[in-house]
């Protein structure tokens, strides 16, 4: 599975857009970008996944650089609850999930 | 609609005492279930996962242990705790092999003392 590299953490103006960076330099073929936050005290959450095109829907958008080397999330607006810590992943379909320190988004007033 | 559940919320449990800790999926049938911990400041670790009744793989060789009694049904255990167990124990599940969107329960946070 691809190693991945994520800022340890970052700030946003509420109502901005949030743009978490993601590099997975030693990505494969087959290896999917998996984006998942997980808010203090609770469980994390999916948000998108990728393989080569860029993905949107109704929490996020996953930009996948052309030689899929980095990833950047979008959060279009982000507002106070989207504060949490991002994990990127990225690993083949099947295969099992490690998250590591993610990046701590604080969404400031 | 598919929901996970996890008993207790908290616990503390002193050095060196029995460990069980309980989870449950309903609305489903036959998913991949995972323990998984997070120790305080850390990211999430992956404890031992399960794609059926009575199979468990283990992730990372320690003091702990996992169940799958029945298949929505997954228990993990220790008969010592350490210390160093100490944590928010969460337990997830998916359908299948599409493993890109695993479901949370809401966790155990252990203190060990």
């Known amino acids: 599975d691809a190693k991945t590299t994520q800022p340890p953490s970052m700030d946003c103006a509420e109502g901005r857009a949030a743009n978490l960076p993601c590099n997975h330099s030693t990505i494969s073929g087959n290896e999917y970008v998996y984006w998942y936050r997980q808010i203090h005290s609770q469980g994390p959450q999916y948000i998108i996944h990728g393989l080569k095109n860029n993905e949107t829907n109704e929490m996020a958008s996953l930009i996948i650089t052309e030689d899929r080397k980095s990833s950047t999330l979008i959060l279009p607006h982000a507002t106070l609850r989207d504060t949490a810590v991002y994990y990127c992943?990225?690993?083949?379909?099947?295969?099992?999930?490690?998250f590591g320190t993610g990046t701590s988004l604080t969404v400031i007033p | 609609s598919q929901t996970i559940h996890q008993w207790p919320a908290t616990l503390v449990q002193p050095v060196g005492s029995p460990l069980s800790l309980e989870c449950t999926v309903e609305?489903?049938?036959?998913?991949?279930l995972y323990w998984y911990r997070q120790a305080a400041g850390r990211g999430l670790q992956l404890l031992f996962y399960?794609?059926?009744?009575?199979?468990i793989s283990s992730e990372v060789p320690q003091n702990l242990s996992a169940s799958r009694p029945q298949d929505r049904q997954f228990i993990l255990s220790s008969k010592k705790l350490l210390l160093s167990d100490s944590g928010f124990y969460l337990c997830a599940w998916t359908k299948g092999q599409a493993t890109y969107e695993q479901y949370f329960g809401p966790g155990t946070r252990l203190t060990v003392t």
């Open positions: 992943i990225a690993l083949p379909t099947g295969n099992q999930f490690y």
């Open positions: 399960s794609v059926g009744i009575g199979q």
């Open positions: 609305g489903t049938s036959n998913p991949n």
